[in-house]
């Protein structure tokens, strides 16, 4: 039946009504709050690229990890930024590395919040890549390349290094071959079977990381990520991706960042079975807030809609910066 047997109006007449035909709940439970931990800090310091986002001394990452958990928040990441860096990134899988420390401190301050640790090379290599080096002589004479193997064995340490500090779920984010498979047999191997994988599988090589490279000083001091990060044009590749990721033992997987990449969401939901990750990032935040701090946009409705639109998309989790404000808009 068409108009006028059928009006769309009627079941939107009232507040209520909308809300009994709604078909996409957001809530905070939906929520992964990024926590940016750094080494020798007193206190917090500002991140000019993400108002709002501070970067945290262990103690204030506590207290941060407690706001958020008092938010009905059910879990925090992790990203370190260390004192020292070098070519291996030994302070990834330093046993008193920066996010080991910040994630034994959370979990005995907080032992119901869920600790996830970003896991990548970048923020601790001198280099800035999310791998070690290898030089290479090409026809245009001396260049470097991200050493995909070489890497694996130090991600798988640096795994290990963090689920025996506590991690209740790793998430690689370094998009090296192989790696979720090698992590898996790690974890295993050292007796840490029951420590889930969150990959970073449909991981693009995008601006909108520009603000959190600024906030973790991860931005490569050559070159790109092109190489290793995928192409943002590519939707086909992104469910390979997804699927060998799974294949090698993945327990949830990720598509980042979100709004720009929704068609990608609906394509990984609908391609495999795994829990879906969606992680809204840096440049989606600083976006929003830069639109609304000039006045151009209302702050609370723009980011309820824009989570509401990934999570119809298909994402079961959100990692995002605006976790506390919209927690706090949603009860
Ligand atoms: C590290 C990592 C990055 C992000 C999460 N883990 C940056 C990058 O790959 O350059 C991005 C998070 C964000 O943009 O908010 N590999
Ligand atoms: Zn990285």
Not at 12 to 17: F, K, M, S, Y
Not at 29 to 36: G, Q
Not at 283 to 293: D, I, T, V
């Amino acid at each position: 039946m068409a108009f006028p047997q059928t009006r769309m109006r009627r079941l939107r007449a009232t507040h209520q009504l909308r809300g009994l035909v709604r078909e996409t709940q957001l809530s905070a439970s939906d929520f992964v709050y990024p926590l940016f931990v750094a080494e020798g800090l007193t206190g917090r310091a500002p991140i000019w690229t993400m108002p709002g986002i501070d970067r945290l001394s262990v103690e204030e990452a506590i207290i941060e990890a407690g706001a958020a958990a008092g938010l009905g928040i059910p879990a925090v990441i992790l990203f370190g930024i260390p004192t020292h860096k070098d070519a291996e990134g030994s302070g990834a899988y330093a046993e008193d590395g920066i996010v080991q420390v910040a994630t034994r401190a959370i979990k005995q301050a907080h032992p119901d919040l869920i600790v996830v640790t970003d896991l990548c090379l970048c923020e601790y290599t001198d280099h800035g890549h999310c791998g070690v080096l290898r030089e290479r002589v090409g026809h245009a004479g001396t260049e470097h390349t991200v050493d995909n193997d070489a890497t694996l064995e130090l991600l798988a340490r640096t795994a290990v290094s963090q689920a025996l500090a506590g991690a209740d779920i790793v998430a690689p984010s370094d998009m090296m071959d192989g790696r979720v498979g090698v992590i898996r047999a790690a974890l295993d191997e050292a007796e840490l079977s029951e420590v889930p994988i969150m990959a970073y599988s449909s991981k693009f090589a995008s601006a909108f990381y520009g603000p959190f490279r600024a906030a973790a000083d991860s931005a490569p001091a050559f070159g790109d990520r092109r190489s290793y990060q995928m192409d943002p044009a590519n939707g086909t590749e992104a469910v390979r991706e997804s699927l060998l990721d799974a294949q090698e033992g993945a327990d949830m997987l990720m598509v980042k960042p979100a709004l720009p990449y929704l068609d990608i969401i609906r394509r990984v939901r609908e391609a495999t079975e795994l829990p879906l990750v969606a992680y809204n990032t840096g440049g989606e935040y600083s976006m929003l807030k830069a639109a609304a701090a000039a006045g151009y946009m209302d702050e609370q409705q723009s980011v309820l809609e824009a989570l509401t639109g990934i999570k119809r998309a298909g994402a079961d989790i959100i990692i995002t910066y605006h976790a506390k404000d919209a927690a706090q808009w949603l009860t």
